[in-house]
């Protein structure tokens, strides 16, 4: 893996939601480079905004959002193409040929009355000038294979006669079908049973190898996280905290939300105890003045309460948003 590729740069990134209680903060300043072929893997809480993140990128955010500042860039054929700035019949051309998204969402989209043959060619006929039926159905055969599931079987099902394991699969195929450069992964595993959670995993890791496929993968559980991405973005309240390799995440934390969400990590050994995180997550629509942490941090001094923590690169490619470790 060439780490100095970067296939897609956001920058500065800010995103809000209209609500009825006021402008909820989803997203603010994030900065993000992601490399090809690699893995990276955004972790937080729930509401910490990487749905939000993953819709960005998409272009698939609800009507009350607005996208304020900053830049979504994505490497194309002939130069960056900057996707916050598209209008939506070029963004159509983007998503599945260029990006995809895995999501609950998008299960949910199955046309109830097609057969799964009939998704994979109503994709291809949607974002292809020309294509040829058998070859479209040879190439979803080998996509269903890959990701271990029976092709003629599944080819030939309804959406309900698949359990959620298998549609989950499924998506994952469909996604690959167009041959987009980046893969987004909304909580592949979180609706799933343990046994499916597995295989998925498995998918995840076999893919890495087989197709080379630069994912972003969100989770809220580090465990995931661990063994599927190369590096890790932890999120709190609309923000990038933390930014590492996975052995920097888990044997270097810096952040104090890191080491907190470690310790919330059943797998992880050398913390011998499991403990919830104190405290709730902040409101977005007043978030707390200076670091959004601090009413949680057991380290937070008084800077932290007035006066937002830059994004200092500790070393190359680690980025942390603290001031314990910033130079004051
Ligand atoms: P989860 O793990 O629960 O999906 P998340 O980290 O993906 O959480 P987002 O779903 O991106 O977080 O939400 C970020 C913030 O934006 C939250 O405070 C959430 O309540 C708010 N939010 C999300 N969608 C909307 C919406 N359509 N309208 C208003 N607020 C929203
Ligand atoms: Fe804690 Fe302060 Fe660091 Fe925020 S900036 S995480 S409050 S020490």
Redesign the pocket.
Known sequence: MTMANTLLSIKGLEVV?I?PKGV?K?LRDINLEIYEGETLSIV??????????LLSIMRLL?P??RIIKGSIALKAENGWIDLTGLDENSMRRVRWSKVALVSQAAMNAFNPVLRIKDHFIETARAHMDKFDRELILREARELLKLVMLEPERVLNSYPHQLSGGMKQRTLIALSLLLKPKLILMD?PTSALDVVSQKIILGVLRDLKGKIGSTMIL?T?DLGIAAEIADRIAI?YA?KVVEVGSVDKIFYEPLHPYTKALLRAVPRVRFFSEIEAIPGEPPD?INPPSGCSFHPRCPLSMEICKREEPPMIEIEPRRPVACWLHAKR
């Open positions: 939601y609500a909820v989803a937080g809480e729930s509401g910490s905004g990487k749905t939000t993140l609800p009350n959002s909580e969100v809220h999120m609309g977005l």
